[in-house]
């Protein structure tokens, strides 16, 4: 009975009454369905697309303004590593200015106090000469205000020279 069954209906079968309303009803269901189904998802698919390359446009733009801002920074910091060595040497070559005027300065001023201290020995010692000579001058006019009222002998008149040698080397 069952290879009956299959020998009575065939497996496939094209009824031609039927085949011209199937194509003509998914013609109108194609129709309606790229109609109300198609056109909007592909519009939205499109919409999605046009979002998706702005971001990308956008994404691109803000990595070239970073890298153009990451390349002034990196001249702005040379700049300023320059500027501050500079800086640095301007204020070394000052200060090794000022430390050589005031070593100078130091040195001028320990001439000059040499120079006074010498000049003032030099009078002092000129000072201490005159009052020698002075002395010297007092002890002679007592020497020979002693002879002229004595008369002398070769002991006195040796005495006298002693006396006179101790008296100039008191002085």
Do not use: W
């Not at 039927?18 to 939205?44: A, Y």
């Not at 919409?47 to 971001?55: A, G, L, N």
């Not at 000579?133 to 008149?157: L, W, Y």
């Amino acid at each position: 009975m069952v290879g009956m069954f299959l020998a009575e209906t065939p497996f496939f079968s094209i009824d031609y009454e039927t085949i011209i309303p199937v194509l003509c009803n998914t013609l109108i269901l194609f129709l309606v369905l790229k109609h109300f189904l198609f056109k909007p998802v592909n519009r939205v698919l499109d919409s999605r697309k046009q979002e998706v390359e702005e971001v990308y446009a956008n994404a691109h733009e803000a990595e070239d303004n970073a890298k153009k801002l990451e390349a002034e920074y990196s001249e702005k910091i040379a700049g300023v590593k320059e500027e501050s060595q500079m800086i640095l040497k301007t204020a070394t070559d000052k200060a090794n200015s000022k430390s050589d005027e005031i070593i100078s300065n130091a040195k001028n001023q320990a001439k000059s106090i040499i120079s006074r201290a010498n000049e003032e020995i030099e009078t002092e010692k000129k000072r201490a000469v005159n009052e020698i000579k002075t002395e010297i001058t007092g002890i002679v006019f007592d020497v020979a205000e002693r002879v002229v009222n004595k008369n002398i002998s070769s002991d006195d008149n040796e005495r006298f020279i002693e006396e006179f040698i101790d008296n100039v080397g008191e002085l």
